[in-house]
């Protein structure tokens, strides 16, 4: 193994390590994100200790907004068997109650987000959320995996929330209403 290789496996195994020794979480979180001003970027993650391996966890990050577009990335960085979570997955869905089973369409924004996963030894697990356009309301964004690293594991992520995009039909009445201005404007100048 290379020297450079080798320096920065020790650096993110000691990263990785300091950041599971300083907090521990138990599975099955529930958080409040704060909608400031749009647009905001929420950051939210947990940290699983050597207690934790091998459990299952369902963390709930739930956020309130009035309208907007959302977006989500959630990241673990995983190092062989040490430190991992494996089964990363994010959905989203409208409302705040915890759930762990199939919730009903009418509910489900969306199902659960995309994985990639990089090499088996030191690898990356990304799950994305496709950018969303959603309603007035409060949502839940739920992210599920597995505790697998003996010593524990982290992940973390951003919820990026937009103002909505003006539709086609917003354009098209702005630009009747400009047209009717500049037509009554045009015809008191003719009176006069």
């Given at each position: 193994?290379?020297?450079?290789?080798?320096?920065?496996?020790?650096?993110?195994?000691?990263?990785?390590?300091?950041?599971?020794?300083?907090?521990?979480?138990?599975?099955?979180?529930?958080?409040?994100?704060?909608?400031?001003?749009?647009?905001?970027?929420?950051?939210?993650?947990?940290?699983?200790?050597?207690?934790?391996?091998?459990?299952?966890?369902w963390d709930d990050?739930?956020?309130?907004?009035?309208?907007?577009?959302?977006?989500?990335?959630?990241?673990?960085?995983?190092?062989?068997?040490?430190?991992?979570?494996?089964?990363?997955?994010?959905?989203?869905?409208?409302?705040?109650?915890?759930?762990?089973?199939?919730?009903?369409?009418?509910?489900?924004?969306s199902a659960w987000?995309?994985?990639?996963?990089?090499?088996?030894?030191?690898?990356?697990?990304?799950?994305?959320?496709?950018?969303?356009?959603?309603?007035?309301?409060?949502?839940?964004?739920?992210?599920?995996?597995?505790?697998?690293?003996?010593?524990?594991?982290?992940?973390?992520?951003?919820?990026?929330?937009?103002?909505?995009?003006?539709?086609?039909?917003?354009?098209?009445?702005?630009?009747?209403?400009?047209?009717?201005?500049?037509?009554?404007?045009?015809?008191?100048?003719?009176?006069?």
């Amino acid at each position: 193994m290379k020297l450079a290789t080798r320096k920065m496996l020790t650096t993110i195994s000691l990263a990785a390590a300091f950041s599971i020794s300083s907090v521990s979480a138990f599975a099955d979180t529930t958080t409040v994100l704060a909608v400031g001003a749009l647009p905001a970027s929420l950051t939210y993650s947990n940290t699983f200790t050597s207690s934790d391996s091998g459990t299952t966890f369902w963390d709930d990050y739930i956020f309130t907004i009035t309208d907007g577009s959302v977006n989500s990335v959630t990241s673990s960085i995983n190092l062989d068997s040490i430190l991992g979570v494996s089964d990363l997955r994010a959905r989203l869905y409208k409302g705040s109650t915890h759930q762990t089973a199939a919730i009903a369409p009418n509910e489900l924004i969306s199902a659960w987000g995309t994985t990639v996963n990089y090499s088996p030894t030191v690898s990356s697990t990304t799950v994305v959320l496709n950018p969303l356009t959603l309603s007035a309301g409060t949502y839940t964004l739920q992210i599920k995996g597995i505790v697998s690293g003996s010593a524990g594991g982290s992940y973390a992520g951003v919820l990026n929330i937009a103002q909505p995009v003006p539709e086609p039909e917003t354009y098209a009445m702005l630009l009747c209403g400009m047209g009717l201005i500049g037509f009554m404007a045009k015809r008191r100048n003719t009176q006069a």
